[in-house]
């Protein structure tokens, strides 16, 4: 009992340092990330769009000067000036207030998708550079136990219970790890520029990744009726809304309009009779409505609209596919990566157990390094295959996060 409560205090120390150290990184490429500050812009100007659609037409103003001025029983018309502005048919500006917030909405559902995109692809960079390096570690210790059964074949040499070939296969051996631990050096490097790159940093940066993970005891639980909730689907629902909104638009300019004005002109004496209206100016309201009599284009409009509602429902039927086929696949790779995990985890307990057999062998004064090598190799594969197993398992985890994840 003491020992299962030590794994598993272990395995829980392990999760919460790898959650604290990935966490830090994620807000890091977040806060970092060109691609997610340009969307931010985007959908900054698109939510200022909004105060942009709340505006009336440009009041017009004009003024004009009688050249030859026309004469009235008043008397001389001088010049004439006048204003007036067009209103759209009630409800109009509200309309296109909320089509410019159901396009701001779904210019917001693409920064989320942008964010949680990034997420996944440098939560999986760092299951790659933790698989290179515990790898690296696996190799050192290999290496380390191969010098040591290098010493007790120099030993058996000198008593004449080995051969000098036993010597040599075993720093052949140390030396195929030592070029295997230099190729994974190169391709931890490189793995270190994507890993970077994502935090929109200096290549040469040094990632710290944790020391050990381990396959926890049991699976976080997710409900695939949570994956209808997932951005790229609601994105479709926004894109619908935006269409439903363009419509309403549509059918309110194809209201009349109307608009109001007012004409003042401005009118001289006449000196040669007197009359109660003498030189009185002239101040004349007038109203205007226009008529889309000839209504074709927002006919057009309606059709296209019923178009492309149908063509976005097509569009979420195929993502939900999509979506649903990846989160299938993904759950049913991390249960390959648990079976994996487990089976490599009995294989390499066997494994040791065997290594104990030999070097009890190795005390009585027997010992077959050929063996001792089949043994070290073995050890290594499965050390090497639950590693990555571990790494599958959270790379797919990582994909389940980002699919049901709300």
């Known amino acids: 009992m003491k020992r299962i409560i030590t794994i598993l205090f272990f395995i ?115 299951y790659v550079l933790y698989g290179i390096n515990a790898t690296q570690k696996v190799l050192e210790e290999n290496i380390a136990l191969l010098k040591t059964y290098e010493k007790l074949a120099l030993t058996s040499v000198e008593v004449g219970k080995a051969s000098a070939v036993d010597v040599l296969k075993l720093q052949i051996r140390q030396n195929e790890l030592r070029q295997k631990k230099l190729v994974l050096e190169q391709h931890f490097i490189a793995e270190q520029a994507v890993f970077n790159n994502l935090l929109n940093r200096d290549e040469s940066i040094a990632v710290e990744v944790v020391d050990d993970m381990q396959v926890p005891a049991k699976d976080v639980l997710f409900s695939k009726e949570d994956l209808s909730l997932n951005p790229e689907l609601l994105k479709y629902d926004q894109l619908f809304e935006s269409v439903v909104q363009s419509e309403m638009l549509n059918q309110k300019e194809n209201a009349p309009s109307f608009g109001v004005g007012l004409d003042y002109i401005p009118v001289s004496e006449r000196p040669d009779m007197v009359f109660s209206d003498n030189g009185k100016d002239i101040l004349m309201p007038m109203v205007t409505l226009s008529i889309p009599i000839f209504n074709n284009k927002f006919k057009s409009v309606s059709k296209q609209n019923e178009l492309k509602q149908k063509e976005i429902e097509f569009q979420k039927e195929e993502r939900w596919n999509v979506l649903e086929n990846t989160y299938a696949k993904a759950v049913s790779q991390r249960n390959e990566a648990r079976i994996s995990f487990e089976t490599q985890d009995q294989n390499l307990q066997q494994a040791k157990d065997a290594e104990e057999i030999l070097i009890k062998n190795y005390e009585t004064g027997t010992i077959n390094f050929n063996d001792v090598l089949d043994i070290q190799e073995l050890q290594l594969k499965f050390q090497t295959n639950q590693i990555q197993s571990v790494q599958l398992y959270y790379m797919q985890s990582a994909i389940i996060n980002y699919l049901i994840n709300k």
């Open 12 to 126: 829980f120390t392990s999760m919460v340092s790898k959650a604290q150290t990935l966490e830090a990184y994620l807000q890091e490429a977040e806060l970092n990330s060109p691609t997610i500050q340009a969307m931010e812009l985007r959908h900054n100007i698109a939510s200022e769009k909004v105060n942009e659609v709340n505006t009336l037409p440009n009041t017009t103003i004009g003024a004009g000067y009688f050249i030859s001025e026309p004469e009235t029983r008043t008397g001389a018309q001088r010049a004439r000036f006048s204003v007036s502005q067009m209103l759209p048919w009630f409800g109009t500006i509200t309309a296109r207030q909320n089509y410019a917030v159901s396009m701001a909405d779904a210019e917001y559902t693409e920064l989320v998708i942008a964010k949680r995109k990034l997420a996944l692809s440098v939560a999986q960079s760092y």
